[in-house]
């Protein structure tokens, strides 16, 4: 088992398969020009399924794809149905984008549960936030999804000035069809233009739907960084990710992979343990994942504090989430 000095099982890993990607969301991507990483410095198929492996075997019951926008990737199905062999819950995260391709592969691997990213529920304001034209491929294919029967859970930054108020358009959406709209709170990475004016809390998320809905709070299982609620009457529900105003880190059970086979102990680390290197030199994994595991800060990579307002985000020391695998 994967435990870290407070006591915290890692059960949990999230795998980046690229910091490549077709759309260019401004929270995601750094504002200047970014270089994606060669091919050469991305664990290729054989590793990802060999570390994966590794996780499993040391206790890790789920795993998470993500990126960059994973299915850009061309062996992305291959990757998918080989972990789905592993027998852990695989799942995914996804622009939406490209998953009409991959339906047969998510049905193979035993996927059940999709995350989309959605921020509007407007084709102009799509185009202004990720500066492409795929709305209508998106809403098209979480419908598939949907039809498929695979349960979508729609991520949603909510920033300040930006969609704030189209909050309870995408409640309004939950009447009829059956998602999970997960409000995320806005959070800095290199590059972002964060600061703490533009985000939007969970407490100012929940006091803007009761102005309008009765909210329902429904069961959270112990590992769950999302508050589910419920509008009564709604085929769909939803639920805040209140990273910032309220973190989750003392029941945090997550580690995560980048692209380039780096550890990152925590979404807000600064430091990185270089796995891939490791397994193409060779040597023992297990002792190197211990190691990190250990040297895990007890809250938000040890970076700042729960006061979020304090926050410089110049002075913090990461990489932006595109790179780090969101
Ligand atoms: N490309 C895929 C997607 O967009 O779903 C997967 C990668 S993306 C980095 C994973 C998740 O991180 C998305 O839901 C995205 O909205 C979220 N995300 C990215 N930057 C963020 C930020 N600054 N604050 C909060 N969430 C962010
Ligand atoms: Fe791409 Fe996802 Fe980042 Fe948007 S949030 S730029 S879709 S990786």
Same mark, same amino acid.
Request: charged share 25%; glycine share 8%; aromatic share 6%.
């Given at each position: 088992m994967l435990i870290d000095r407070y006591n915290r099982v890692h059960t949990y890993l999230r795998i980046s398969l690229t910091d490549n990607c077709n759309l260019r969301c401004f929270y995601c991507m750094p504002e200047e020009d970014y270089a994606f990483m060669p $091919?050469?410095? +991305?664990?290729?198929? #054989?590793?990802?399924?060999?570390?994966?492996?590794?996780?499993? $075997?040391?206790?890790?019951?789920?795993? @998470?794809?993500? &990126? =960059?926008?994973?299915?850009?990737?061309? #062996? $992305? =199905?291959?990757?998918?149905?080989? +972990?789905?062999? +592993? &027998?852990?819950? !695989?799942?995914?995260?996804?622009?939406?984008?490209?998953?009409?391709?991959? !339906? #047969?592969?998510?049905?193979? $691997? &035993?996927? @059940?549960?999709?995350?989309?990213?959605? #921020?509007? +529920?407007?084709?102009?304001?799509?185009?202004?936030?990720t500066r @492409?034209?795929?709305?209508?491929?998106?809403k098209k294919n979480i419908s598939l999804l949907l039809e498929s029967g695979f349960i979508v859970k729609v991520n949603v930054v909510v920033v300040k000035g930006l969609n704030e108020n189209e909050i309870l358009d995408f409640i309004a959406w939950t009447k009829d069809t059956p998602v999970q709209i997960r409000f995320i709170e806005f959070m800095p990475f290199d590059g972002n233009q964060w600061n703490s004016h533009k985000l939007v809390t969970w407490q100012e998320i929940l006091a803007l739907i009761g102005e309008k809905y009765e909210i329902e709070i429904l069961e959270n299982h112990p590992h769950d960084t999302d508050k589910k609620y419920g509008v009564s009457g709604h085929k769909g529900s939803f639920a805040v990710i209140s990273t910032m105003s309220a973190p989750f880190c003392s029941s945090c059970n997550r580690i995560r992979l980048t692209a380039d086979g780096k550890i990152k102990n925590c979404l807000f680390s600064g430091e990185e343990t270089d796995l891939l290197d490791a397994l193409r030199k060779g040597e023992d994994l297990l002792p190197i994942i211990e190691q990190s595991i250990l040297s895990k800060h007890k809250e938000l990579g040890g970076q700042f504090s729960r006061e979020f307002e304090l926050i410089d985000a110049n002075t913090l020391h990461n990489r932006s989430m595109i790179a780090i695998g969101g």
């Open positions: $091919a050469k410095q +991305l664990m290729q198929a #054989d590793e990802i399924v060999t570390i994966a492996r590794l996780f499993v $075997a040391q206790g890790v019951t789920k795993i @998470r794809l993500t &990126g =960059g926008e994973p299915l850009v990737r061309k #062996d $992305a =199905g291959e990757i998918i149905r080989r +972990l789905g062999e +592993l &027998g852990m819950q !695989l799942t995914i995260t996804t622009n939406g984008t490209r998953v009409a391709h991959f !339906l #047969d592969d998510f049905t193979i $691997a &035993g996927i @059940r549960s999709v995350n989309i990213s959605l #921020d509007t +529920l407007q084709k102009d304001k799509f185009q202004l936030l @492409r034209d795929q709305f209508e491929v998106v």
